[in-house]
């Protein structure tokens, strides 16, 4: 499969949407990105961008509170999905949240993989856990950015990954769907390899999807 070269700093918001239902047409591929709502989410989309304002950061976390779309080229996107597990909401919201979150990891046609932030100091929360296992379900390919890696020294950061590793090794022993990496958006350490894991998931399914849409025209 051919790797074609994204230019990521070309992202533009496009939309936002409450739910599934009001995300925009099905077709192309798209990565998401999920997280704590202090994951650092919003700083590892505006790094990746080279646009600090891209993805709305606040001192309040749990903010954003929509699907957000932003097209890197037609047919391709990136996805900021709300934050979880902060917030200080109703319980109805978050159950509402959950049920939005929920049905876009598993109906969403497009989407080609999950970018999955934790804090590298606590990682694999319960939520994370529930993210993952939706994720499982799926068949959805899950890329763990153990973000704010420069908070701890090269040691415990590699010690922290390996122990992820071994986790994920248990839950998908064929290695198939999920691999983790070490992040800072401040320091940009690991932004080559998560370029690459993008690339990669955005070429594979555009190539998919184009495949399908050929197909349908043809039938």
Not at 41 to 48: C, D, F, P, Q, Y
Not at 190 to 218: K, N, P, R, Y
Request: net charge positive.
């Amino acid at each position: 499969m051919h790797i074609q070269t994204i230019k990521f700093q070309s992202a533009e918001f496009t939309t936002s949407a409450p739910s599934l239902k009001q995300c925009p047409e099905d077709t192309g591929c798209e990565v998401a990105f999920a997280g704590r709502s202090n994951a650092g989410k919003s700083s590892a989309i505006n790094t990746l961008t080279k646009n600090k304002g891209l993805a709305r950061t606040s001192k309040t976390p749990g903010r954003t509170q929509l699907i957000n779309f932003f097209q890197l080229s037609p047919g391709k996107r990136l996805v900021d999905l709300p934050g979880y597990g902060y917030a200080k909401v109703p319980k109805a919201m978050k159950v509402e949240w959950d049920k939005h979150l929920a049905e876009y990891l598993r109906l969403r046609k497009s989407l080609g993989g999950l970018i999955l932030l934790m804090d590298i100091r606590h990682p694999l929360q319960d939520y994370d856990q529930q993210m993952l296992n939706w994720a499982a379900e799926a068949g959805l390919p899950v890329h763990i950015l153990l973000t704010k890696s420069d908070k701890l020294k090269r040691g415990p950061a590699q010690s922290t990954l390996l122990k992820v590793d071994k986790l994920l090794r248990e839950m998908d022993p064929q290695a198939t769907l999920f691999t983790a990496q070490t992040f800072s958006a401040l320091k940009k350490q690991g932004l080559t390899e998560l370029e690459e894991q993008l690339s990669h998931w955005l070429s594979a399914g555009f190539s998919v999807a184009e495949v399908s849409t050929v197909s349908d025209d043809i039938s």
